[in-house]
């Protein structure tokens, strides 16, 4: 293996890692950190960029679920509500993206992240709180799912940065039970997204796989991370994450897209 090689397979798995820990941690798909990421360090566009995260956000995803799943703190029957709420949102997302320009889908990524940091300073979850289904929490869940699908869709991103805080603000969960269900929430649209990308020959398969191989391995040490913060210092490690994000795509060189790229995106 040439020492350009070994290189690029280290980023990989850096990239990889980095995103099933903060996956884990705090119950997002991982694309928020491995998207830029990927652009700042493998040179991809933007919907390249999107589409080989996505990818990687599959085995993430899976991993956090059964780690926050198997103690207990994944609501499943909310989790089902809010993919089905994803998939929908995903498809406008999705629509959106191939209507506009990279340049202007870079700043309404930049745009969201800041008003997610706002919307999540402003919530406090308290741990032990529990889930009931009703007409309408589950009209709010179904609505939380549409927004966490319609920004992974456009994005590029697992949607769990919008579902938890969401979740948490609207639905009265704990930050815990918020972050597995919406781990579980991110699975069935992620898959789909990669699929479809797979079939358009857009997603950079052996880089999504070598990431995806790392994200999952790291996420179950982010959920044993997650159970560890307090509530409100998981609450401000996340602002200091979107903050990090932030600096890493506004230092991105902006890219022109590749011809006939043509991606799907899901959360």
Do not use: C
């Not at 590749?258 to 995106?265: K, P, S």
């Amino acid at each position: 293996m040439t020492s350009r090689r070994a290189t690029h397979v280290l980023s990989l798995l850096l990239i990889g890692s980095a995103g099933g820990v903060l996956s884990g941690t705090f119950g997002i798909g991982g694309g928020i950190v491995m998207m830029p990421m990927i652009g700042r360090f493998l040179g991809y566009h933007h919907r390249r960029a999107v589409a080989t995260s996505l990818a990687a956000i599959f085995p993430a995803s899976v991993a956090g679920a059964i780690a926050y799943g198997s103690s207990g703190n994944v609501a499943w029957v909310e989790g089902i509500v809010l993919a089905a709420g994803g998939v929908l949102g995903s498809f406008a997302g999705t629509a959106v993206l191939h209507r506009i320009s990279p340049r202007l889908a870079r700043g309404l990524f930049v745009v969201a992240l800041v008003a997610i940091a706002i919307v999540t300073i402003f919530t406090h979850p308290q741990r032990g709180t529990e889930l009931s289904l009703t007409l309408l929490t589950g009209t709010a869940t179904l609505g939380v799912g549409v927004a966490m699908g319609f920004a992974s869709g456009l994005l590029g991103i697992g949607g769990g940065v919008v579902a938890v805080p969401l979740m948490i603000l609207i639905l009265g969960a704990s930050d815990v039970v918020a972050k597995g269900t919406s781990l579980l929430a991110i699975i069935p649209t992620a898959l789909v997204g990669t699929v479809t990308n797979a079939r358009k020959g857009a997603v950079k398969v052996t880089e999504g796989l070598t990431i995806g191989v790392a994200a999952f391995a790291a996420s179950f040490p982010g959920a044993l991370i997650a159970h560890r913060l307090s509530p409100a210092a998981a609450t401000w490690a996340f602002v200091g994450l979107i903050a990090l994000i932030l600096t890493i795509t506004l230092l991105r060189p902006h890219r022109r897209p590749e011809d006939g790229a043509d991606i799907a995106t899901a959360a």
